[in-house]
């Protein structure tokens, strides 16, 4: 047996490599005073990261660092010593960074998670959002809100931009296929541009579809078909 | 036709989902009057936090997770029950091909066994220049505790001996691929696709290391379940009935098949199909045949035994994570509802278990209450009585 000697008790003697970067830090007197907080955010989606810092600096936090993978939290940590973690729901290395929190609890720094002391709409808005976050003990839930909300309303408007850009890719992609549907009815039957629309437009109605099914249909079929 | 009741139900990409998945997909569900909305999830943290605020009303979850999260070692602390067991086995603890020969150079027979392949471990880590890494998928999981109490029992120290990283399942197969973690326990498919895609070795299971054990549960938020009884039976019933199928050997081509569909586990069906045949590829060509490697319904699969539940209570006290007293061992054994089990089947007049807790230990099959019992006890024939819990925790407290 490779015999680490000398642990106090079984709590302090989990050992994470990453994580003993950080272990002399104790509690920062960042926290103590009303200086400036440190954050970091970890998100895999570089724009909504971005989103997020910038909202950061704008609302007047200089200290604030950005990674998109959590294996890199135990250098960041030594580097930028955070006192508030912000890191999306969709990131699957959730796990991973909650335990290194808990072996942290052992090592002077222990960190919870925000929601946790917060109310109930607070949480329900965060995780409704996708977001959560992680703050150093010690730290005043009032100091950590404003953080928070920012977050969330973020989160909420990065979610509908995206939801707004997949629709209008949808929309034009729905456009491309009626367009090549008109063309074909347009050679094959020799009529108009109106008349092809309208005839594919009559037959949507008629069968209860929408109009890029039936020119789904048509590509295939006329695929099928040949030349 | 009376309306159905709406249910939302978490998952994540693991074999043992497969009861939600066909009570929907087979519409095991629907005949009890339910439509059950599946989501799959990322992390065990957002399974977690997603059944706390209400977004799930129940998910498929690890079993000591209804006891951390009502023990309070969680964030969001939250009442939280299991009625019932998502089957027992399907974990297994996969080693890298460089491990994997350092293991068999030190002894480790090749058969799967926990004691043989253990004891080659403890060899091979006393050894090592470096600290081995293990990857488990989450610290309140049986993973967690049972790959501990092997490397306990094997003579290793987990604490002090090897790392233990937490790691989502389907990374733990690139993690070990890419040389980051050594090891890993973790449930179907991610040992088969170790073995598929990097060379791993399957050293063993937990079929091997804790016979007839539970792995997921269903689980829920103690209020939802006192709020809803009704539709929890129907529930209930549903994931009996799926259980039952799933556990006919003729039906496992198209639950392979169902499994193997991107939105739930993303893997071919060749390779999904293993675990629930028992014919495992270990490494290297060589198939194990594990008749109980995963069991979703035989041997009273589905029972949530208030005894598991101590049982994993006893190992997150031997590893620290929660002091012991009488009365968090009975809120422990509290979350393991099997009054809940009972109730929802007993219109079905079906056989039970008649007791809530068991003695755990080395038993050959044989037959209860009715019911077919499969063999149970632990690899190093160290018994559990859960009566005797406080000096069960002493007897361990030297073994690492």
Redesign the interface.
């Known amino acids: ?4 000697v000398g ?1 106090p ?3 302090s ?5 990453a994580l003993a970067l950080f272990v002399s830090s104790g509690i920062s007197a960042r926290q103590m005073s009303n200086a400036e907080l440190s954050i970091l955010i970890i998100d895999e989606n570089r724009i909504r990261a971005t989103i997020i810092e910038d909202g950061l600096r704008e609302a007047g936090h200089t200290h604030v660092a950005v990674i998109h993978d959590v294996n890199e939290v135990g250098r960041t940590i030594k580097e930028t010593m955070p006192d508030v973690f912000v890191i999306d ?8 960074l ?3 929190f ?1 072996l942290s609890r052992a090592i002077e720094r222990p960190i ?2 925000f ?2 002391r917060s109310d ?1 709409v607070m ?2 808005k965060a ?2 959002a996708g977001v ?1 976050a992680y703050v150093v003990d010690g730290l005043k839930k009032e100091r950590v809100k404003p953080i928070m909300d920012m977050a969330i309303s973020r989160f909420n408007a990065f979610a509908r931009l995206r939801r707004e850009l997949e629709q209008a890719r949808s929309e034009l992609e729905d456009r491309k296929l009626i367009d090549q549907a008109k063309a074909i009815i347009m050679r094959t039957r020799g009529l108009s541009e109106a008349d092809a629309y309208s005839l594919l437009r009559t037959t949507a109605m008629n069968q209860n579809r929408r109009m890029v099914d039936i020119a789904q249909s048509l590509i295939t079929a006329a695929d099928l078909l040949g030349p | 036709m009376t309306a159905l009741t709406h249910i939302t139900a978490g998952f994540l990409p693991l074999l043992d989902s497969v009861l939600l998945v066909l009570a929907r997909e087979k519409g095991f569900a629907q005949a009890q009057g339910i439509e059950l909305q599946l989501v799959r999830e ?5 399974i977690r ?2 059944a706390a ?3 799930f009303d129940i998910a498929q979850m690890l079993a000591p997770m209804p006891l951390a999260a009502t023990l309070g070692l969680n ?3 939250a009442d939280m029950i299991t009625p019932m067991v998502l089957g027992l086995g399907n974990n297994a603890i996969t080693v890298s091909d460089d491990l994997w020969s350092a293991m068999r150079e030190a002894g480790a027979p090749g058969n799967l066994d926990a004691l043989g392949t253990g004891q080659a471990l403890a060899k091979v ?2 050894a ?1 220049a470096r ?1 081995l890494r293990f990857g488990v ?3 309140s999981s049986s993973h967690n505790y049972e790959l501990r109490y092997w490397m306990a029992a094997s ?3 987990p ?3 090897v ?6 399942p ?2 733990l197969p690139d993690a070990l691929g890419s040389g980051g973690i050594d090891g890993y326990c973790v449930g179907e498919p991610w040992n088969s696709v170790g073995v598929a895609t990097k060379g791993a070795r399957i050293a063993t299971v937990k079929a091997a290391i804790w016979r007839s054990s539970p792995d997921k549960v269903l689980g829920m938020r103690a209020a939802w379940a006192q709020d809803n009884p009704e539709t929890l039976a129907a529930l209930i019933r549903a994931m009996h009935f799926a259980a039952i199928w799933c556990g006919e050997p003729a039906n496992h081509a198209e639950i392979a098949d169902i499994m193997s569909a991107p939105a739930y586990l993303g893997q071919p069906a060749e390779l999904v199909q293993r675990a629930l045949d028992g014919r495992l590829d270990i490494g290297g060509g060589q198939i194990a045949a594990v008749p109980d490697f995963y069991v979703p319904f035989a041997h009273a699969a589905n029972f949530p035994w208030q005894s598991h539940a101590l049982w994993f209570y006893s190992q997150m006290v031997r ?2 994570e929660v002091g012991f007293s009488p009365a968090l061992a009975s809120r422990a054994a509290a979350t393991f509802r099997p009054d809940l089990y009972r109730a929802a089947l007993a219109p079905l007049g079906v056989a039970l278990p008649a007791d809530n807790a068991r003695l755990e230990q080395t038993l050959p099959a044989r037959s209860v209450d009715g019911l077919a019992m499969g063999p149970e006890g632990f690899f190093d024939d160290r018994n559990f009585d859960p009566s005797q819990l406080e000096n069960y925790i002493e007897s361990q407290r030297d073994l690492g």
């Open positions: 047996m490779n015999g680490a642990y008790h079984v709590h003697i989990r050992a994470f490599s729901l969709e990131n699957p290395k959730r796990d991973m909650e335990h290194f808990s919870a998670m929601v946790d109930g949480i329900e995780v409704a959560s | 990322t992390s065990w943290a957002n936090d997603r605020v209400g977004h964030p969001l602390a880590v006393g090592s600290k998928v989450h610290q003579g290793i120290r604490d002090r001996d790392e233990i990283v937490v790691l989502p389907p990374l590893w620290g």
